[in-house]
């Protein structure tokens, strides 16, 4: 549930914190409505148009009207259902069947408001409003007064442009035909990633390297791949030579977590047994668990989850940060098995909301939220959840797991849902999963999520104990849903330690160069002892060895078996190697100390 604007863009804190208010409307008289006229060129589309046809709008003199629909700070925007609506034919925005938020189209306040219609062309993007390829008119400005509403001709004469996918120097792009999805869905379907190469890959060509499996949040796209750039230099900083592949979750449904549904189809049987196999023979990646992790956060934190206890022997650890709910008895703040539960009412009969007002200058109403999506009408993060856990229904659709405007909770809905429970999917089968997932499991969230997902996460972690799991579970303290980018490091760092754990490192040993593995730090110190600053140090500790070990390695690679040359050649070398592992010994004592003597943080 990454904090993004409806498009998948990220958004921005001073525009979260300066006007987050949905325009009051509902105190409102019925008035006349402004009078929209639109049409479609046929420049745009030949053919007859079903579907939804959108327009929006804006107060706001330097923002555009396409901008305008996010999840905290929504101008007005209203959206009608067509059918076989040709080119050129005139449709009417009727108060009748259009449907509006954050109120019906009748209720729009006086005021100057730039608008623009747009046609939902593109059909597989979750993004109705602004993917590639939709129609658009250009934007009019519109006096609107309810006492005297304008005529207003929208014409849709143009198209956003593609995407333009275009390799560079460190970001190479992978467009894949699905023969799994292929079937599915009866029309081609291609699977898209983004790879960042290391820096030793164009140098090193006999080389294969482990692979940082990115899954965006809810929202992201193959287009968002600065994240895997700052991924990467995370790795670079950290010395670890991996490539970084950012995964496209983008679907019409909103995010399909790359997890196998009725609604989204196999997913993830695609990425294990097509793309990867695919990036391994490509890129030069290690085929095997180690050289696999997989990372996200929000919902990409969820699904990099459930990849790794789904597929335990194909990926060698998760890092999941900030993950939509993994214990679906607390699914924000609702218990969905309780019968007793309405999903849009607290128990004392208050509207539920689904944010914390502290970030955001405001709290997310659940009742109006999914009233935002119904206007949009495919591709919400609520309507996401439905389409991966729920079967889907006799017309197609996935059955809701509550109803949107009473809040009654489905049982049967409920109960198949459990099969995407991550806690209880873990308990039920940790006889078979508990040796596979030994030393793979690395969760991290905000102890004050702005979406409640701590709830969840705590339980798990809870649950994970009891198992007797050695996952790394920390509770970040005063963290929100947007983790800071220290904990990214650290997880960069984990994956680093691991991957050497596994293949070993390199070291001077005497006269020649050895492989030393080394010993993992005893897990007590990071899973049971307290504070980021008792991890940062024993990670701190780790790096000193770890980097003199490779300087010395490389060095000592470089000479003959003579002890003089030794002497002559490396004795600086051997000497800072020796203080390098001085200096990281002493990071790792101290950090085992700070674990020991303060209050935990990790679960």
């Given at each position: 549930m990454?904090?993004?604007?409806v498009?998948?863009r990220r958004i921005?804190?001073?525009?979260l ?9 509902a ?9 929209f006229?639109?049409?479609f060129?046929?420049?745009?589309r ?22 305008g629909?996010?999840?905290f700070?929504?101008?007005?925007f209203?959206?009608?259902d067509?059918?076989d609506w040709?080119?050129g ?9 259009c449907?509006?938020y954050p109120?019906?189209?009748d209720?729009l306040p006086a005021?100057t ?6 046609l939902?062309?593109n059909g597989w993007?979750?993004d109705?409003?602004q993917?590639?390829g939709?129609g658009?008119?250009?934007v009019v400005?519109?006096e609107h ?11 849709i ?8 996918l275009?390799?560079?120097d ?5 467009r894949?035909?699905?023969?799994a999805?292929?079937?599915?869905y009866?029309?081609y379907?291609h ?5 960042a ?7 090193d060509?006999?080389r294969?390297y482990?692979?940082?499996y990115l899954?965006?949040?809810?929202g ?11 991924l990467?230099?995370?790795a670079d900083?950290?010395g670890?030579?991996a490539?970084v592949?950012?995964?496209?979750a ?10 196998d549904?009725?609604n ?6 695609a990425?294990v047994t ?11 990646l290690l085929?095997?668990p180690d ?5 996200g956060a929000?919902?990409?934190?969820w699904s990099?989850?459930?990849l ?12 999941s940060?900030?993950p ?10 609702v ?5 007793n539960e309405?999903f849009l009412?607290?128990?004392e ?5 689904c944010s914390?007002p502290?970030?955001f ?5 659940l ?6 999506e ?13 389409a991966?856990f ?10 809701p797991?509550?109803?949107r ?8 809905v409920?109960e198949?849902w459990k099969?995407c429970?991550?806690?209880l999917?873990i308990?039920s089968n ?5 040796p596979r997932?030994r030393?793979?499991?690395h969760?991290?969230c905000g102890?004050e999520?702005?979406?409640?997902l ?14 007797g799991?050695?996952a790394?579970?920390?509770?970040v303290?005063?963290g929100?849903h ?6 990214w490091?650290?997880?960069v760092?984990?994956m ?5 754990a596994?293949h070993?490192?390199p070291?001077v040993?005497g006269?020649?160069a050895?492989l030393?593995?080394?010993t993992p730090l005893?897990?007590?110190g990071?899973?049971?002892g ?19 070990v490779t300087a ?21 070398r051997?000497e800072a ?7 990281g010994g002493a990071?790792?004592?101290t950090?085992?100390i700070?674990?020991?003597?303060t209050p935990?943080?990790?679960?």
């Amino acid at each position: 549930m990454t904090p993004r604007d409806v498009h998948g863009r990220r958004i921005g804190l001073a525009a979260l914190l300066a006007g987050a208010t949905v325009v009051a409307l509902a105190g409102r008289a019925v008035a006349a409505p402004p009078d929209f006229e639109i049409t479609f060129d046929k420049s745009v589309r030949a053919e007859p148009y079903t579907g939804r046809v959108y327009v929006v709008t804006t107060t706001r003199p330097r923002q555009s009207p396409l901008d305008g629909v996010n999840w905290f700070d929504t101008q007005p925007f209203f959206a009608q259902d067509v059918v076989d609506w040709g080119p050129g034919e005139v449709l009417r925005f009727d108060p009748d069947k259009c449907l509006g938020y954050p109120d019906d189209l009748d209720r729009l306040p006086a005021g100057t408001y730039r608008v623009q219609a747009v046609l939902d062309l593109n059909g597989w993007s979750h993004d109705v409003i602004q993917a590639p390829g939709n129609g658009i008119s250009d934007v009019v400005k519109v006096e609107h007064d309810p006492d005297r509403p304008a005529k207003i001709r929208l014409r849709i004469n143009k198209t956003l442009p593609p995407l333009r996918l275009v390799d560079t120097d460190d970001i190479k792009y992978v467009r894949l035909l699905s023969t799994a999805l292929t079937r599915f869905y009866g029309h081609y379907v291609h699977m898209y990633a983004a790879v960042a190469l290391p820096p030793a890959y164009s140098r090193d060509k006999d080389r294969r390297y482990p692979a940082l499996y990115l899954v965006p949040g809810f929202g992201g796209t193959i287009g968002d791949e600065g994240f895997a750039r700052m991924l990467r230099g995370l790795a670079d900083r950290a010395g670890f030579d991996a490539a970084v592949v950012y995964l496209d979750a983008d679907c019409p449904t909103g995010h399909h977590v790359f997890a196998d549904s009725a609604n989204n189809g196999p997913w993830g049987t695609a990425l294990v047994t097509e793309l990867i196999p695919y990036l391994e023979q490509r890129f030069r990646l290690l085929a095997e668990p180690d050289g696999r992790y997989v990372t996200g956060a929000s919902s990409g934190g969820w699904s990099s989850l459930w990849l790794q206890i789904t597929y335990p022997d194909t990926f060698g650890g998760v890092w999941s940060l900030s993950p939509d709910p993994v214990d679906f008895s607390t699914f924000q703040m609702v218990d969905i098995y309780d019968p007793n539960e309405n999903f849009l009412r607290d128990s004392e009969g208050g509207w539920r909301r689904c944010s914390r007002p502290a970030t955001f200058d405001k709290a997310l109403v659940l009742r109006d939220f999914c009233r935002m999506e119904e206007v949009l009408g495919r591709g919400g993060q609520f309507q996401s959840f439905d389409a991966v856990f729920s079967p889907r229904g006799p017309d197609g659709k996935p059955l809701p797991l509550w109803d949107r405007k009473t809040g009654r909770i489905d049982p049967r809905v409920a109960e198949a849902w459990k099969k995407c429970d991550i806690r209880l999917i873990i308990e039920s089968n940790w006889k078979s999963l508990g040796p596979r997932l030994r030393g793979k499991l690395h969760l991290f969230c905000g102890d004050e999520d702005d979406f409640f997902l701590e709830r969840a996460f705590i339980k798990l972690g809870d649950s994970l104990k009891r198992l007797g799991s050695d996952a790394y579970i920390e509770l970040v303290p005063g963290g929100g849903h947007g983790l800071p980018s220290d904990v990214w490091a650290e997880a960069v760092g984990q994956m680093k330690e691991r991957y050497e754990a596994r293949h070993g490192t390199p070291v001077v040993r005497g006269l020649r160069a050895e492989l030393l593995v080394l010993t993992p730090l005893g897990r007590r110190g990071l899973y049971a002892g307290g504070g980021r600053t008792a991890g940062s140090r024993c990670v701190a500790g780790r790096a000193a060895i770890a980097g003199g070990v490779t300087a010395g390695a490389a060095a000592g690679g470089r000479l003959g078996n003579s002890e003089d040359a030794v002497e002559d050649a490396f004795g600086d070398r051997v000497e800072a190697l020796v203080n390098g592992i001085q200096r990281g010994g002493a990071e790792l004592l101290t950090g085992r100390i700070i674990a020991a003597g303060t209050p935990s943080q990790r679960h």
